[in-house]
């Protein structure tokens, strides 16, 4: 069975630019997670998604920031304009529910330098 | 708040045993997650905790008191390969999201 997919695995850009992170979830996973991991600020959630639809969206740093689900099978993070603090890496998860022992699942992540 | 605090780092030799304790804010308490993440790569699960007493899992266990708002994870038989960070992440019930601490970033020397 197919891992959760992101791409790209790198980006590289430069500041004022914007970047498009991609997801597909596990099949049949209802709840998928966007995070941002940094050395200084660890693993952090940004948003995630019930079914498609934005449940909590309190991380998310700031309005340059924006999410999208439009089927169950892809979601979007969207920066812009990218600023040099952007920099970490991004990962998507998925889980089939949030309760009991339901786990998420990972992603390989997106490392994103912004120049 | 919902503080997680474990080690930042620890050490430890091939063959032996370590402990890398997690302690939480306990109001609210729904359940703890323990992931592996190595360097470059994507946490991946370890166990899940919602109940007190020990869960073990081959040479990994983890343990939780609910009272003491206290975790910890076991590692046996330490073998190179188990050099990774360790996060802790715990459930609260009002939410459907879990809340990761920092990780303990676990080197095993030979």
């Known amino acids: 069975d197919a891992g959760v997919i992101q791409s790209p695995r790198h980006e590289v850009t430069e500041m004022g630019q914007e970047v498009t992170l991609r997801c597909k979830p596990i099949s049949g996973h209802d709840y998928l997670f966007w995070y941002r991991q940094t050395m200084m600020r660890g693993l952090e959630l940004l948003i995630y998604?019930?079914?498609?639809?934005?449940?909590?969206d309190s991380g998310m740093p700031e309005d340059r920031f924006s999410a999208k689900m439009p089927n169950a099978s892809f979601s979007t993070l969207k920066i812009q304009p990218s600023e040099p603090r952007d920099s970490a890496v991004y990962f998507c998860?998925?889980?089939?529910?949030?309760?009991?022992?339901?786990?998420?699942?990972f992603g390989p992540g997106t490392r994103l330098t912004v120049l | 708040g919902q503080n997680i605090d474990q080690p930042t780092e620890m050490t430890a030799t091939e063959g032996a045993i370590v402990q890398i304790n997690c302690t939480y804010q306990?109001?609210?308490?729904?359940?703890l997650f323990w992931y592996q993440q190595h360097a470059g790569e994507a946490p991946t699960f370890l166990s899940y905790?919602?109940?007190?007493g020990l869960e073990e899992k081959g040479r990994f266990s983890s343990f939780l008191s609910r009272s003491k708002g206290y975790s910890y994870l076991l590692l046996k038989e330490l073998q190179m390969k188990d050099s990774a960070s360790y996060l802790c992440?715990?459930?609260?019930?009002?939410?459907?999201?879990?809340?990761f601490g920092s990780g303990t970033r676990l080197s095993i020397r030979p």
């Open positions: 998604f019930n079914n498609n639809v934005p449940i909590d």
């Open positions: 998860a998925s889980s089939k529910g949030t309760g009991g022992a339901d786990t998420q699942y």
């Open positions: 306990t109001s609210g308490f729904n359940g």
């Open positions: 905790n919602v109940l007190d």
């Open positions: 992440a715990v459930r609260y019930s009002s939410a459907s999201k879990i809340i």
